[in-house]
């Protein structure tokens, strides 16, 4: 393993050193060590504008706060001492630097007394261990520095928050507050012992010795999986679909890494782990004989069918709830009994809402009867939410959601094994496999992350009606694309014998 020079002075583990810890000791050293420039990705920094405007609606409850302005830790540290010192009962921002732990807090609410609330702020639905963790770190640091903790709370997204479109967003209604004192002192020692570990890591000449494995990916993708892969065996276990993390470690404990060490007849492995092994195994593709009679059996009139949506973390609509996904174009090429084709293609991508003309267009062309083949049925079972958010069109939702569809992903996924495809995630990674097609490798408004700035772009106040026009235009030709490689895999695997 390449060793490095250490940098200057102990580093002190934040709360971005402790999530990478906490991932992978591997990932905690190269950040110190040799760390790589992130690009970060449009909905990633989308959800930081987001978490900076949620921070700022929920501050407006404490009226009495006062935001420590310096960026550098230490800096900031000394600012926060001294609005303590001056008797500030609550602050932003404030930063304390101690036991090589420094950490930052969203709001902190002083009592008399040393003692403090603390809050959270983050625009997830949930509360989330690593939330917990977060919070606990920042209680470590507090009681270093003479402060005890009296309660700790998340105050996260509400679902159940109804938007009125126009209206500006009520922090009472929007953030739910959830009180995890318990929860984070039970924490506490456990994180303070991970942060002792987390040191002896960085105190290493060089990178922990460490397998990829499932956590590679969660709960972020980590930065470092390309530099760790060129370096992995050339079936790692990440190939095996549906592994769990206990399988995983058992494999580990065996000290198998590789697929090629797996026997396909091993207790335990599923059907789909099962085909994968052998499939690396003899080195050719192996198609199960019934995808074909799945196929056979779809009713016509089929509509090949592409969706694209976008999620809102933030309501913008009316009715619309935080967290909803809002469907704003799709494209449908429909084959009949007799061979004839109809294509059709909606998008809006204007600030209006898009959701009602879009189930009223696309269930119009559905109502014919027939099989709708997708890849992926959420792009219409997660259309139910609708029922609700836009109740005049709810007859049209319900037909929708009552339509016949095929997921082709789910189907090939479970009668398909490729040793070239890992997985089906991508459906232009598929075509070019399955199809030898490269045509969608570099196409943009295919993938989740293009779509989520095609369409921030296309609300942006102001901007031309030709650049919304060419927005629609690029997220159309990608649904397009969709739809027609949905007909070439359709046709493909049902004429295999």
């Known amino acids: 393993m390449k060793k490095s020079a250490k940098p200057d002075g102990a580093r002190s583990i934040d709360k971005r050193l402790f999530e990478a810890g906490q991932q992978c000791h591997k990932r905690l050293w190269l950040e110190v060590h040799e760390p790589v420039a992130e690009q970060a990705s449009d909905s990633r920094l989308a959800m930081s504008r987001i978490g900076a405007e949620l921070r700022d609606l929920a501050r407006t409850a404490f009226p009495m706060g006062v935001t420590i302005e310096q960026e550098d830790v230490a800096a900031a540290a000394a600012e926060t001492a001294e609005q303590l010192a001056s008797g500030a009962p609550v602050l932003f ?48 640091v507090l009681a270093a520095s003479g402060y005890a903790l009296q309660r700790a709370y998340l105050l996260h997204v509400n679902t159940q928050y109804s938007h009125r479109a126009g209206e500006d967003y009520p922090p009472m209604q929007l953030l739910r507050s959830s009180d995890v004192t318990s929860k984070v002192q039970k924490q506490q020692p456990n994180v303070a012992r991970k942060v002792q570990g987390f040191k002896q890591v960085l105190d290493g000449d060089a990178a922990p010795s460490q397998p990829m494995g499932t956590y590679c990916r969660a709960p972020f993708a980590c930065p470092y999986a390309a530099r760790c892969r060129a370096a992995s ?38 059907f789909r782990q099962r085909r994968t092994l052998q499939c690396h195994a003899q080195g050719e593709r192996l198609v199960e004989s019934f995808v074909r009679e799945e196929l056979k059996e779809c ?13 809102d973390p933030l309501p913008v609509f009316e009715q619309q709830r935080p967290w909803q996904r809002t469907p704003f174009a799709w494209a449908l090429r429909t084959r009949h009994a007799d061979g004839t084709l109809e294509e059709h293609a909606f998008a809006q991508v204007d600030r209006d809402d898009p959701r009602g003309a879009f189930v009223k267009s696309l269930s119009r062309k559905l109502e014919v009867g027939g099989t709708a083949v997708v890849w992926g049925e959420e792009c219409l079972t997660e259309l139910r939410p609708l029922l609700d958010s836009i ?7 319900r037909a929708l959601l009552g339509s016949d569809h095929l997921d082709l992903r ?47 772009k296309a609300r942006t106040p102001r901007v031309r009606a030709t650049t ?10 990608a649904l397009k694309w969709q739809v027609a490689q949905l007909s070439a895999l359709f046709d493909s695997f049902a004429s295999e014998t």
């Open 233 to 270: 065996p050339e079936l790692p276990l990440t190939l095996l679909p549906e592994l769990t993390r206990q399988l995983e470690s058992d494999l580990h404990k065996e000290g198998v890494e590789d697929l090629s060490s797996i026997a396909p007849d091993r207790d335990g492995l599923s």
């Open 391 to 397: 109740p005049d069109e709810k007859a049209s939702v």
């Open 93 to 140: 921002d404030a930063a304390f630097v101690a036991d090589g732990i420094e950490a930052r807090c969203d709001i902190l609410v002083v009592h008399k007394d040393g003692v403090v609330d603390l809050f959270e702020i983050k625009s997830g639905a949930k509360v989330k261990q690593r939330y917990v963790h977060d919070l606990a770190l920042q209680a470590n």
């Open 299 to 311: 009713e016509h009139p089929l509509h090949f069918l592409a969706v694209a949506v976008v999620t």
């Open 410 to 456: 789910a189907l090939l996924e479970s009668t398909v094994f490729d040793p070239a495809l890992p997985d089906f995630s991508s459906l232009a990674a598929v075509v070019a496999t399955l199809l030898d097609d490269p045509s969608g490798q570099d196409m943009d408004g295919l993938d989740a992350d293009s779509r989520f700035a095609l369409v921030q």
């Open 468 to 477: 919304r026009e060419a927005i629609a235009a690029t997220v159309t030709d």
